[in-house]
């Protein structure tokens, strides 16, 4: 059965739901404001996200969990710090420094922003976040199980997404990467020029042609290194209304019209997790998937893991096949099972992989769980993503109507039909 066939007047039904959605939203915009990873805000955010669960599901429960707030994105900071110093440890004639600082910021940069482990967290202090996870209950034994995932957090801003867009962020990202391969190779070619691991400065009678070329080709990233130095602004936490207060309340809302319509499937499980700690580098759902290992790995009961994220810009949706930046594979069971609800709805989705950045489906794909992620946001970025203008003025209700049918559609198209 076909979500739109559960109920007479599904279209118009649902328009609750998405009101339901947009009010919550409003309600914790309002009440609570910006949400960083293990704030108060955060936490009262979930504290009423909780009891607004505890209206519609049959169990709810909120665990905790220890994470660094600042960590994840450091790299950043701490990068373009190194990378400044590598030039210097270049001129003075010490490559084999500039080749280990240059070496370091790459291993932290593959650790934290690619592979999204928590290398940079033994340097930070730890807050405390944790993930709501409420579940309606199967009517007879459980066969299988659905969780739809949105998450409570919301980021710092990125100062050059709303100062100055994909131009000035793209222009950073490619200066990073040609700062570090500099660096790599411009130090292991000194090395060998001055037979050593340390030599003459680059600019006096031991440095040779290339060398200076060299040096000044590192000194043109100089500038703009010292720009990304303030890439992220710690001290002004974003709304985060779109990333990703309307996959929480979406996810929400579905699990709310099953409910309301007394609809209760005979051996589908359908579950929400509201996660913390996304924008702090996947902690909240890495941290779940060690919680609940237990249930997830029960071979008894089928899982599937459904992300819904910054649901706004319905022209740019898209089903995340890769997640990671592309380093992981999400389920094509899961993917497909999305295309066809999508389909379904009538809504025009493309499948791909993310282009930069990760979802809480990487995590889960990581522990083995089949996992998927739908997002509707132009990838380019937006200016809204991760700045101060992810406020309620770039709400769209149709988007979020789209996104209730869409995560109504999945479950009722998951309890017919699996994966």
């Known amino acids: ?18 009101n339901y959605a947009i009010k919550s939203i409003k309600n914790v915009c309002k009440n609570f404001g910006p949400r960083p990873v293990g704030s108060e805000a955060e936490t009262k955010a979930q504290e ?35 990378m400044i110093l590598n030039v210097i440890m270049f001129t003075l004639g010490i490559p084999v420094a500039g080749l280990a600082l240059s070496a370091i910021t790459l291993f932290f940069i593959l650790g934290e922003f690619i592979f999204y482990k928590p290398v940079l967290d033994v340097f930070f202090p730890k807050v405390t976040s944790g993930n709501v996870y409420g579940v309606r209950k ?59 691991v340390t030599g003459g400065i680059v600019w006096g009678e031991e440095g040779n042609l290339v060398l200076k070329i060299l ?15 303030k890439f992220v602004n710690y001290k002004l936490p974003v709304p985060g209304v779109t990333d990703n207060l309307t996959g929480c309340f979406i996810s929400s809302a579905a699990v709310k019209f099953l409910a ?7 051996n589908t499980e359908v579950a929400v997790l509201l996660a913390g700690g996304e924008e702090a580098g996947l902690r909240g759902s890495k941290a779940f998937a060690k919680q609940y290992a237990d249930m997830l790995n029960d071979k008894s009961v089928e899982t599937v893991f459904v992300c819904i994220d910054t649901i706004c810009q319905l022209e740019f949706a898209k089903i995340y096949e890769k997640d990671m930046t592309g ?9 497909a099972l999305m295309k066809n ?38 990838p380019a970025p937006a200016r809204y993503y991760h700045t ?6 770039v709400l769209s209700p149709q988007a979020v109507d789209t996104g209730v049918k869409f995560a109504l559609e999945t479950v009722f198209l998951y309890d017919e039909k699996g994966i």
């Not at 380093?327 to 993917?335: E, L």
């Not at 999508?342 to 489906?361: M, R, Y």
């Open 48 to 82: 009423y996200m909780q009891a607004d669960l505890e209206k519609f599901c049959d169990t709810v429960e909120r665990k905790e969990y220890k994470c660094s707030d600042k960590a994840f994105m450091s790299w950043v900071k701490i990068g373009s710090v190194l």
């Open 215 to 229: 040096a000044v080709l590192m000194y043109i990233t100089v500038p703009v290194l010292a720009m990304a130095f």
């Open 327 to 335: 380093m992981v594979k999400n389920d094509k069971r899961v993917v």
């Open 260 to 266: 309301d319509n007394d609809i209760r499937f005979e």
């Open 1 to 18: 059965m076909k979500s739109n066939e559960s109920i007479p007047n599904f279209d118009i039904k649902v328009r609750e739901y998405t």
């Open 388 to 393: 101060r203008l992810d406020d309620v003025s």
């Open 138 to 196: 199967a009517g007879g034994e459980t066969k299988k199980r659905i969780i739809l995932c949105g998450h409570t957090d919301s980021a710092f801003e990125w100062t050059y997404t709303y100062k100055g867009g994909r131009p000035v962020v793209a222009l950073i990202i490619v200066t990073a990467v040609i700062s570090i391969l500099l660096g790599l190779g411009s130090n292991i070619y000194a090395m060998i020029h001055f037979s050593g």
């Open 341 to 378: 609800a999508a389909d379904n709805i009538g809504l025009d989705v493309k499948v791909g992989p993310i282009e930069l950045g990760s979802t809480d489906a990487a995590a889960m794909s990581q522990a083995g769980v089949p996992a998927a992620a739908f997002v509707a946001m132009d």
